[in-house]
């Protein structure tokens, strides 16, 4: 994907498009659904889409997150020897009033017995907004999610990083990561899209901007992630740095069959 692309999403040239999703039966609660084969991320087909709610600590929404399945491919490594399935999401952040914030597109994984988000999913692109007419080279590091993993272990970290300069110049180095990742346990999460046994995954969220080696602007985090290995990340909780729970993204619908231009419900309306 090019520079151009995202020099756009930063600062906020994207044209509005609308992501669609409606509710689906309920996943079994019982036990997450193993997927050794992995034929998509996260169950993920042709058409699916998903809508998230954005929450603020006290439960009042704030805005949408949108994403809808537009392919599905595979990938092999340099030997071929290894083949990794994806998909490939459009993925629009709107406020809550429905007014598109921004879109991107992000590519999701799958090999074996584990999936991988896209690092860019992590990276809020208000920490690029001072940085407009700048040439950026992104450097994404996708988040592993196993089917069964092990409760106790840690999983690797992942995030986005972004290399900011101008024609002539280094500027600096903007980043937004996924680290001290790990499985603290397994907890039944409902939501408006069904029930699901999830993992938890407890995490720090870090963010910067590094201009020189004196020179940074840090924040960290503690994230919590629950997800079922059939569906994909169902509730995501930001704290801030007193432990309030300052955010909530919380799965609303799932919509297997969406259609560009077909009708759903989230949240009560129509859209």
């Known amino acids: 994907m090019s520079s151009t692309y995202f020099v756009a999403l930063a600062t906020g040239l994207l044209t509005s498009a609308t992501l669609q999703a409606q509710t689906l039966s309920p996943a079994t609660p019982e036990t997450p659904a193993p997927a050794a084969d992995c034929p998509h991320?996260?169950?993920?087909?042709?058409?699916?889409?998903?809508?998230?709610?954005?929450?603020?600590?006290?439960g009042k929404t704030t805005g949408y997150v949108r994403q809808r399945v537009v392919s599905l491919g595979t990938e092999q490594n340099k030997k071929k020897t290894q083949t990794t399935n994806t998909v490939l999401l459009k993925s629009g952040a709107y406020d809550a009033k429905d007014r598109l914030v921004y879109l991107r597109d992000l590519t999701f994984r799958c090999r074996q017995d584990t999936a991988f988000t896209?690092?860019?999913?992590?990276?809020?692109p208000t920490q690029l907004s001072s940085f407009q007419d700048r040439i950026l080279t992104?450097?994404?590091?996708?988040?592993?999610?196993?089917?069964?993993?092990?409760?106790?272990?840690?999983?690797?970290?992942g995030g986005m990083t972004v290399d900011v300069r101008s024609s002539a110049v280094h500027i600096a180095n903007v980043y937004s990561m996924v680290g001290k990742r790990r499985v603290t346990g397994r907890q039944t999460?409902?939501?408006?899209?069904?029930?699901?046994?999830?993992?938890?995954?407890?995490?720090?969220?870090?963010?910067?901007?590094?201009?020189?080696?004196?020179?940074?602007?840090?924040s960290a985090v503690r994230v919590v992630d629950y997800y079922a290995p059939a569906v994909g990340l169902v509730k995501s909780e930001r704290y801030d740095k007193r432990g309030r729970l300052e955010q909530v993204r919380l799965l609303t619908a799932i919509d297997e069959a969406a259609g560009v231009g077909g009708k759903a419900k989230h949240n009560g309306k129509k859209s």
Do not use: M
């Open 138 to 157: 992104y450097s994404p590091l996708p988040l592993s999610w196993p089917n069964q993993p092990t409760i106790g272990s840690e999983l690797p970290g």
């Open 41 to 58: 991320p996260f169950g993920l087909a042709d058409n699916t889409a998903r809508t998230f709610t954005l929450q603020d600590g006290r």
């Open 118 to 124: 896209d690092g860019l999913d992590q990276l809020n």
């Open 189 to 218: 999460i409902t939501t408006p899209a069904g029930t699901f046994e999830c993992y938890k995954v407890e995490a720090e969220l870090e963010t910067g901007t590094v201009a020189r080696a004196d020179l940074k602007l840090t």
